[in-house]
């Protein structure tokens, strides 16, 4: 893992321009299947379309016929359009499949290698790293892929997007799904370190929502210190000095960028014994390659994936800094002074 941390520390400080350099060759590589790709699927599509055209009517007068003729049935059997376009549609889209597995299958990982950190299609974060941290929704099937994992500063940290869904049962005994959420899981694990208190952050609710988190989480409402930050979330802990520490408005700032940059339209974070964990819920899928027509060589692809590691970084540079036994000393002396105060 140490040659890993360095990577991620040469990351840390390293441009776009340095990274590319690197990464070329790989690059290289995703680039000729995707020229080899591409002239696959635009020929597909010269020759699916306009037998789509042809098919389409043909098969639409079949399937009308067959209704026609089984008018008297209970269970009339037709479909022929669907089978035939949709079967033609998988065979146009095949390429594009194609290269989205060689990125994911033999690209990311190397990429990922050498940011310092591993690369697993659908390896997961454990549920028991995180389900008691009080802000995983309630879920009956946890689903994951695209799963990263390294170290950097004594923190391990895994990220991956994941689906949490809730089953329910139909009318008819159908057992379907809904989901609960659907975005990035950040989970950071300090070696060394352990918060005093819990501390969470939600998605700013009424006052009716926020006596119920009390309740059901058993922590306390805490002020934050940055307005524009407390406008979207609700801050609940049962350490309100620790609180105001972790959240400050450097964490505040660089959580703020965080859920920009990934799309985000929730976001929960909980501080909670020696492990934070941040989940974005977001409907854009990070991770995949950008569009077959564009080049593989192109940074923009990669811009988003480099702005949002360097980001995670820059949160654990700030857990790096958080001392809780000298914070927990500092607030013990306080304590003792304010009771001096009161006393005198």
């Excluded at 190397?110 to 690369?119: N, T």
Aim: charged share 30%; with cysteine.
């Amino acid at each position: 893992m140490d040659s890993g941390n360095s990577n991620l520390e040469t990351l840390r400080n390293e441009d776009e321009a340095a990274f590319m350099e690197r990464a070329e060759n790989n690059l290289n590589k995703l680039e000729e299947v995707r020229q080899e790709k591409l002239k696959t699927y635009i020929t597909r599509k010269k020759i699916g379309i306009p037998l789509a055209l042809v098919l389409g009517p043909v098969c639409a007068a079949i399937d009308g016929f067959l209704l026609t003729i089984q008018s008297g049935s209970d269970d009339p059997i037709a479909g022929l359009t669907v089978v035939v376009l949709g079967g033609l549609y998988a065979w146009v889209t095949s390429p594009k499949k194609q290269y989205n597995k060689a990125y994911k299958r033999n690209i990311l990982p190397r990429l990922a290698h050498m940011m310092g950190m591993e690369y697993h299609g659908y390896r997961k974060i454990a549920m028991n790293a995180m389900r008691d941290t009080k802000i995983v929704p309630k879920h009956d099937r946890y689903t994951a892929e695209d799963y990263f994992r390294g170290r950097y500063k004594g923190v391990d940290l895994e990220f991956s997007e994941i689906k949490l869904e809730t089953e329910h049962r139909g009318k008819n005994g159908s057992k379907y799904y809904r989901t609960k959420f659907k975005g990035l899981a950040i989970l950071l694990q300090i070696d060394k370190k352990s918060f005093f208190g819990h501390t969470i952050m939600l998605r700013n609710s009424n006052k009716l929502m926020e006596w119920f988190k009390e309740k059901t989480t058993k922590l306390d409402k805490a002020n934050l210190v940055d307005p524009e930050f407390e406008k979207i979330f609700d801050a609940y802990t049962n350490d309100q000095t620790e609180a105001r520490y972790l959240v400050d408005p450097a964490m505040i700032e660089n959580l703020k960028t965080l859920y920009t940059e990934y799309q985000g339209n929730k976001m929960m974070v909980a501080y909670h014994e020696n492990s934070m964990l941040i989940m974005i819920a977001s409907k854009h899928n990070h991770f995949e390659p950008a569009s077959i027509y564009t080049k593989a060589t192109d940074p923009e692809s990669f811009r988003a994936m480099m702005r949002e590691i360097k980001q995670i970084l820059s949160v654990i540079d700030l857990l790096d800094l958080y001392d809780p036994i000298a914070w927990q000393q500092e607030k013990q002396k306080n304590a003792i002074h304010s009771a001096q105060e009161s006393s005198n």
